[in-house]
T-cell receptor, first 108, second 114 residues
Framework: RKEVEQDPGPFNVPEGATVAFNCTYS??????FFWYRQDCRKEPKLLMS???SGNEDGRFTAQLNRASQYISLLIRDSKLSDSATYLC?????????FGAGTRLAVHP | NAGVTQTPKFRVLKTGQSMTLLCAQD?????MYWYRQDPGMGLRLIHY???????AKGEVPDGYNVSRLKKQNFLLGLESAAPSQTSVYFC?????????????FGPGTRLTVL
C-alpha cells in the first residue's frame, strides 16, 4: 500500500466549477500536511499547509481529518490557470512523502 | 536570490556511463534532498542531507551516491547508469524547522539512459 494515495484523475472541469481532491495517508505518526502544485514539466511548489481546524486561502480550502487519515483540497470558481497536478504531501520527521498527484484540467 | 538551481537541465547517457548532477541553493538552508519523479509514481526520495558533511539514504538510494562538502551544494552521482535510472531528478532544500518543512525545489534535470 502506498504511504500517500490520491485519485490520479484527470479531473476535467469547466471554468467556474468547484472541484474537490481527496488524499489518504497510512502513517499515523505523520506530523504535518501540505498540498503542492506542479505545472507541466515544472518543479513542485507549495500551495498551502493543511491544519486540523481547516484553512482557507482565497478560493482554496484544505481540510485534515487525523482520525480518518484523510486530507482534502477544495477549489472554488476554477480558473484556467488552476490547471496543474496537485500533490498531497505528508511530513515524517525530516522527510516529505509525496502522493503521485491528481491532475486537474480546467476548460473554457 | 536564484533559489535552488540544478545543472545540467538535460542529459542523455549510455548504459554504464557515469555522471554527476549538481544542486546549489543560496537560501542558507540546512537540509537538502534529491528526488526522482517517474510517471504515476510521484516524487521518491533518493538521498538527503541534514547538514554539511552529512548524508542519509532515502526510499530509493541504490545506484546513486551523494556528497555535501559545502552547505550550499548537494551532488548526486550515478557511477554506472542503467535505463531504469531514466527519470526527472529534482533537488530541494529547506530549513530544519520542526513540524513545518516547506521544501523549495530546483527546476529539475531530465535524464535519459539508453
Amino acid at each position: 500500500r502506498k504511504e500517500v494515495e490520491q485519485d490520479p484523475g484527470p479531473f476535467n472541469v469547466p471554468e467556474g466549477a468547484t472541484v474537490a481532491f481527496n488524499c489518504t495517508y497510512s502513517n499515523s505518526a505523520s506530523q504535518s500536511f501540505f498540498w503542492y502544485r506542479q505545472d507541466c514539466r515544472k518543479e513542485p511548489k507549495l500551495l498551502m499547509s493543511v491544519y486540523s481546524s481547516g484553512n482557507e486561502d482565497g478560493r482554496f480550502t484544505a481540510q485534515l481529518n487525523r482520525a480518518s487519515q484523510y486530507i482534502s483540497l477544495l477549489i472554488r470558481d476554477s480558473k484556467l490557470s488552476d490547471s496543474a497536478t496537485y500533490l498531497c504531501v505528508v511530513n515524517l520527521v525530516d522527510k516529505l512523502i509525496f502522493g503521485a498527484g491528481t491532475r486537474l484540467a480546467v476548460h473554457p | 536570490n536564484a533559489g535552488v538551481t540544478q545543472t545540467p537541465k538535460f542529459r542523455v547517457l549510455k548504459t554504464g556511463q557515469s555522471m554527476t548532477l549538481l544542486c546549489a541553493q543560496d537560501m542558507n538552508h540546512e537540509y537538502m534532498y534529491w528526488y526522482r519523479q517517474d510517471p504515476g509514481m510521484g516524487l521518491r526520495l533518493i538521498h538527503y542531507s541534514v547538514g554539511e558533511g552529512t548524508t542519509a539514504k532515502g526510499e530509493v538510494p541504490d545506484g546513486y551516491n551523494v556528497s555535501r562538502l559545502k552547505k550550499q551544494n548537494f551532488l548526486l552521482g550515478l557511477e554506472s547508469a542503467a535505463p531504469s535510472q531514466t527519470s526527472v531528478y529534482f533537488c530541494a532544500s529547506s530549513r530544519p524547522t520542526s513540524g513545518y518543512n516547506e521544501q523549495f525545489f530546483g527546476p529539475g534535470t531530465r535524464l535519459t539512459v539508453l
